[in-house]
Each structure stands twice: as structure tokens, then as C-alpha cells.
């Protein structure tokens, strides 16, 4: 492949479709108000826009040409600046392939090129077709070699095997009780407090008024306050069931290779090489019924952009998850024995969380009066702070660290010796003169990295987490051992 090409035409539409997403908020803003004036001028505004989006689509596409050039991904765009990029085969790490609803109608496929390292570089090719797809792949793979030690990696059988899907019972408990949902509810306020006065003006406002129930201003609010609840669930809901549906994991030698998506087929390559720790996430709706969501995080790279987090594996029962790990990834196993911060420090996670909860019901109150019963939603306040008290353990080891904590989702995350950026210990003037101490362990995790901490640590545990990076650090030899306790990570629920 030695001359320049371009993709197929269809790139020009979703080129288009990429600005419409990229300026979203600003074509939401001038349809707004451009529909309030209504009539044949925002007609022509919407048409205008409509053409302008697919001319600079179209130019953005003649302007695109590729070639592959002795292992080199040369690549030469730009409609007003000329932008050439060059990107060797050595530094090239993960080639992941998207079909989205255009492409597949057409035959096509999205191919997504990113390199290793801090500052990583993406090319995207959004418009080839499959084979064209396939061999830029086979010019630009690294010659295959195993990254994992041979006790760690399965033979060539086994990882072909190793193959795991999600169950649609299981998509659908994934679905309905997706943390999106506040994602979800935000968005509908946002875009209702931007359209209510348009609504205030129409016949559809007054049918609204006349199917609600509206005996009393506070029935209404409540039903309104229903509406945007079930609108949002609904988003939710169909957001996760067709983001995961058709989910597919694969283990190869040096890679997880996954498949996911019902409209938007995506494959998604993690490298094992890169990957630099594991989350398992609980959200306060999947926790109850034993379920979590198993993340990795990469250096570079991620599901979305400037993020190094991938779903391993969307929704995962408690009791599935040792057995998950040691399959996929052994050296991620999180069985620890662990320390927890001492009965003094739970005043201070419960002032914590309940501060937070005075400063919105004081902001209610201002705005909208009520009497002193309000302060009684404190409550909700003092026992999330001590659910995060309880909920709050870390453990080491000589290979791995596991901390695991709770803002709203409890989250156990657990990162390999040798793949800590560093770990810091730190300590204010009221948490000297009580001995308690916060440990922050941060890894390399897409543009700006991710920092696992847990807080109000007893300072002589603490203290004994700090060497877990020295060269000398051994559980039981070098080092000095954490206490064992009764609390064993990762902990659904501490055994007793």
C-alpha cells in the first residue's frame, strides 16, 4: 500500500455527524432560538445549517488521504491548515474496529489506531471498507509475542476458549440498574430548562396541564418531578441494553479482545501490557443484589476519549468474581488481608457526609422555606457517612496493593507493585493530633492518570503501607506485615 487514499464517500456523513456531536450544545442553541422565532427564517437557518455541516463534511473527507509506507501509518488532512501525521508500527499498540448504524448499512467499518505511552497519539480512519480494514491491520500488527510470564498465560487452546458473553438476563439487570441514570435525569432537566419557555407558549403546555394531575401545585410538581424520573430510566436503560447488548469477551495470548453493541458494533483491544489496575465498581442500585462492574485501567487509552477506563465485563455476580478474575487475569486476584481505619475516624466520616447533605438542605430552606422537619434529611447524611466508614479497607502484599472505598459507588480497586506511578501518605494538623493519615496510590490511566485513596487511616498503618514501593518491601520478610484482621478484601461484604 504505497499510494494515497481515501475512505469511502460515507465519511463525509459521519465527518458531519462528528461536528453535530463535537458542537452539539451550540446546534441545540441556535435551533432554540432560531424556532423561537419561527416562520420561513428558521427554516432557512435550519436548512443552512444543514447544508454548511455536510460541505465541511465533504471537504473535511477530500482533504483525508492515508497510506501505509514500510510499517509507517502516513496520514495528510485538513481543509485551511494541511496536518501530516506519521505513526510507526513499533509504537502502534491497539487497532480496534467500529461498525456503527451508517457504516454497517453501507459495509463499512470505523478503524481506531492509538499508540502506547503517556501521550498517546489516535489516528481514525471512519469510512473503509472491511478488507481495507483487515489489511491495514495485518501492515501495522507488531509480530506477536507473549507479554505475560508462562505460569500466567494460558496456552493457545485454553485462550481461544476463554471466551465469556453476558447472559440477556443479566444484560437486562445491567440495563435497569445502570449508573447512567443520573447522567440521564441531568440531561433531561438541562434540556427542559432550555426548551420550557418555548413550551410555555404552545398548545403542547396546555394539553401537558391538562392530562396532569393538578389538584394541588405539589401533586403536580411531584407528577412532573415522576415524569423526568421514568424519561430518564427509560434513557438509561436502553442506553446500557444497546451499548452491551451482544457482548462478547475473548482471551488471546497477549491481548482481551472485546466485542460489544447492538447498533454501534465495537471491538475494543486491551493489551495486557498495558493494562495498570482493576476496579470493581458496586453502584448503590447493582450492590444490594450482589452484582458489580469489572473496569481496567490503560495507560493511553480507554472506552471514551481522555479516559483509560474499559468495561471488562458490564455486570458480574459477587460470587463470580474470584473465579473471573483468576481466569482473565490471575495477578489481579484482590483476596487480602486487610487493615480498616480505627472507631475514632468515624466522626470524621460522618461530618464529612453529612456536611455536604446541611449545605443542600440549607440552600432548600433559603429558596423555599419549610419548617425545621427539613433538617431531619440529615439523617440520610450521618449514615452515609458511616456506610463509607465501614466500607473503607486497604491490604497489601508483595505484588499488589487493594483499596477499597465508597463515594456513592463502593469501589475496590486493585494495582500491581510495578505499575504504581507512586504512593503518597499525607496528614493535616487535626489528623496528627488524632494519629490518622490518608494514603493516595495513583497509576497511569488515559491523559491524566487515576488516584485510588483511602482515608483516616490509623498513622501506624499507614506507615506500614508506605515501603509497599521500596525494592526491599516482602509481606513477612523485608518489610514489616500489616496486622492480619478479620476483614478480607475484596470484601462484597467483610467476612466475620
Same mark, same amino acid.
Given at each position: 500500500m504505497s499510494e494515497f487514499k481515501r475512505q469511502h464517500?460515507?465519511?463525509?456523513?459521519?465527518?458531519? @455527524?462528528?461536528?453535530?456531536?463535537?458542537n452539539l450544545i451550540t446546534v441545540i442553541i441556535i435551533l432554540i432560538f432560531g424556532a423561537g422565532g419561527g416562520g420561513p427564517s428558521f427554516l432557512w437557518m435550519f436548512a443552512g445549517l444543514f447544508v454548511f455541516l455536510l460541505i465541511a463534511g465533504a471537504a473535511g473527507w477530500w482533504r483525508f488521504v492515508y497510506r501505509v509506507e514500510d510499517g509507517e501509518l502516513q496520514i495528510h488532512q485538513g481543509i485551511l491548515v494541511r496536518k501530516r501525521f506519521y505513526m510507526t508500527r513499533d509504537r502502534i499498540q491497539v487497532i480496534d474496529v467500529t461498525s456503527g448504524i451508517i457504516q454497517r448499512i453501507f459495509g463499512l467499518v470505523? *478503524?481506531? @489506531?492509538?499508540?502506547?505511552?503517556?501521550?498517546?497519539?489516535?489516528?481514525? !480512519?471512519?469510512?473503509?471498507?472491511r478488507a481495507e480494514a483487515d489489511v491495514l491491520t495485518d501492515l501495522l500488527r507488531k509480530t506477536p509475542g507473549s507479554s505475560r510470564s508462562?505460569?500466567?498465560?494460558?496456552?493457545?487452546?485454553?485462550?481461544?476458549?476463554?471466551?465469556?458473553?453476558?447472559?440477556?438476563k443479566d444484560l437486562l439487570i445491567a440495563a435497569s440498574t445502570s449508573g447512567s441514570f443520573g447522567i440521564a435525569l441531568s440531561i433531561i432537566a438541562t434540556v427542559f430548562s432550555q426548551i420550557e419557555p418555548l413550551l410555555d407558549e404552545s398548545e403542547v403546555y396546555n394539553w401537558f396541564l391538562a392530562v396532569m394531575p393538578g389538584e394541588t401545585d405539589t401533586l403536580f410538581i411531584v407528577s412532573v418531578l415522576l415524569l423526568f424520573v421514568v424519561f430518564a430510566w427509560l434513557m438509561s436503560f436502553f442506553g446500557t441494553l444497546f451499548r452491551f447488548g451482544d457482548f462478547n469477551l475473548t482471551l488471546h495470548e497477549d491481548e482481551? *479482545?472485546?466485542?460489544?453493541?447492538?447498533?454501534?458494533?465495537?471491538?475494543?483491544?486491551?493489551p495486557f501490557n498495558r493494562i495498570q489496575a482493576v476496579r470493581i465498581v458496586e453502584g448503590v442500585l447493582r450492590q444490594p443484589f450482589g452484582y458489580g462492574t469489572v473496569y481496567v485501567e490503560s495507560a493511553g487509552y480507554g472506552d471514551q476519549k481522555g479516559s483509560g477506563s474499559v468495561v471488562l465485563f458490564p455486570l458480574i455476580k459477587q460470587r463470580e468474581l474470584d473465579a473471573f478474575l483468576q481466569r482473565i487475569l490471575p495477578e489481579y486476584r484482590c483476596n487480602l488481608q486487610a487493615?480498616?481505619?480505627?472507631?475514632?475516624?468515624?466522626?470524621?466520616?460522618?461530618?464529612?457526609?453529612?456536611?455536604?447533605?446541611?449545605?443542600? !438542605?440549607?440552600? @432548600?430552606?433559603? !429558596?423555599?422555606?419549610?419548617?425545621?422537619?427539613?433538617w431531619f434529611l440529615l439523617i440520610p447524611g450521618f449514615f452515609w457517612g458511616w456506610l463509607r466508614f465501614r466500607d473503607s479497607a486497604a491490604?497489601?502484599?508483595?505484588?499488589?496493593?487493594?483499596?477499597?472505598?465508597? @463515594? !456513592?459507588?463502593?469501589?475496590t480497586a486493585v494495582v500491581r507493585r510495578?505499575?504504581?506511578q507512586d504512593i503518597t501518605g499525607s496528614s493535616s494538623w487535626i489528623q496528627r493530633i488524632r494519629g490518622l493519615a490518608n494514603i493516595d496510590v495513583s497509576v497511569a490511566s488515559g491523559d491524566q492518570g487515576r488516584k485510588f485513596q483511602i482515608r483516616e487511616l490509623d498513622s501506624r498503618d499507614a506507615q506500614m503501607l508506605l515501603p509497599w514501593l521500596e525494592k526491599d518491601f516482602r509481606a513477612g520478610g523485608g518489610g514489616e506485615r500489616i496486622p492480619a484482621t478479620d476483614a478480607c478484601l475484596p470484601g462484597w461484604g467483610f467476612s466475620r
Open positions: 464517500p460515507v465519511a463525509a456523513v459521519t465527518r458531519a @455527524i462528528d461536528l453535530i456531536r463535537d470505523k *478503524v481506531e @489506531i492509538k499508540t502506547a505511552g503517556s501521550t498517546s497519539r489516535e489516528a481514525s !480512519l471512519s469510512a473503509v471498507s508462562p505460569e500466567k498465560a494460558a496456552s493457545a487452546d485454553d485462550a481461544e476458549a476463554a471466551r465469556f458473553t453476558l447472559p440477556l482481551i *479482545v472485546i466485542r460489544r453493541g447492538i447498533f454501534e458494533k465495537k471491538r475494543i483491544t486491551v487493615v480498616k481505619p480505627p472507631p475514632r475516624a468515624v466522626s470524621r466520616y460522618i461530618i464529612r457526609s453529612a456536611a455536604v447533605f446541611a449545605l443542600v !438542605l440549607a440552600g @432548600i430552606h433559603w !429558596l423555599l422555606g419549610g419548617g425545621a422537619f427539613i491490604g497489601v502484599d508483595k505484588e499488589r496493593i487493594v483499596i477499597r472505598g465508597r @463515594i !456513592l459507588a463502593r469501589t510495578n505499575r504504581a
